[in-house]
């Protein structure tokens, strides 16, 4: 089995070794591929997807978690589950949080650099996961840090309440990235999906 694990915005494969780590400890191949943005994340993906003879798990982090979970939404057939982190699945709404956010902070500077590079509201719209998802979405786990500041509650509850087969873990105190006393709950819970809905 392989699994099909993203990055998130400004990071690449190799800073998100806690998270490709528990798919290959429950011998799962794993592909990492370096992207940029949603756009090519769903290019890569979609290629990597068709290629393979067998269904594969989609994963990522923020971002990559954005186009994990598109991915499991656009081609249900060929996806067995998805697993996220701190994933937007409402581009839109998470949008206007990071508007809120105040002069300085990263919570802003992401804001004004999603803006220059789309200052339409209709791509966030079309790249957000939440206007895909139906019943024949594979089954979702959606891992969340009551002090993540990039990523609201309300991403989880929004892909909660639309989700069919759906799980979620709440870090307590994990904020947007996952700090190395989060790592265990994480782990664990990855391979706990991975053998209860990732057949």
């Keep these: 089995m392989k699994a099909l694990v993203f990055h998130g915005r400004g990071s690449s494969p190799d ?3 806690w998270l490709t780590r ?19 994340g769903l290019e890569i993906g979609a ?40 994933a937007p699945v409402d581009r839109l709404l998470q949008l206007k949080y990071l508007e809120e956010g105040a002069e300085g902070t990263p ?11 789309y200052p339409k509201d209709d791509y966030f719209i079309q790249t957000s996961p939440i206007n895909y998802i139906n019943d024949d979405t594979p089954p979702i786990l959606y891992i ?6 990039i990523v609201p509650r309300n991403q989880l509850t929004t892909i909660e309440a639309k ?11 994990m904020g947007h990235t996952p700090r190395s006393q989060h790592l265990r ?11 209860d809905q990732c057949k």
């Excluded at 982090?61 to 697993?83: D, Y």
């Excluded at 709950?185 to 053998?195: M, R």
Aim: glycine letters at 6%; proline letters at 3%; charged letters at 25%.
């Design 47 to 86: 290629q990597v997807i068709k290629d393979s003879q067998d269904k594969l798990v989609v994963s990522g982090h923020s971002m990559g978690g954005t186009v994990a979970l598109l991915l499991a939404a656009k081609m249900p057939n060929k996806v067995r589950c998805a697993i996220v982190v701190s």
């Design 144 to 149: 969340w840090g009551t002090a993540d500041e």
């Design 185 to 195: 709950e994480i782990s664990s819970a990855i391979k706990q999906f991975l053998n």
């Design 22 to 40: 528990p798919f290959k400890e429950a011998g799962l191949e794993v592909i990492a591929p370096t992207i940029s943005e949603v756009d090519d």
């Design 15 to 17: 800073k998100i070794n």
């Design 107 to 117: 919570r802003r500077a992401i804001y004004e650099e999603l803006r220059r590079k």
């Design 163 to 173: 989700a069919h087969r759906f799980a979620k873990v709440v870090v307590n105190g």
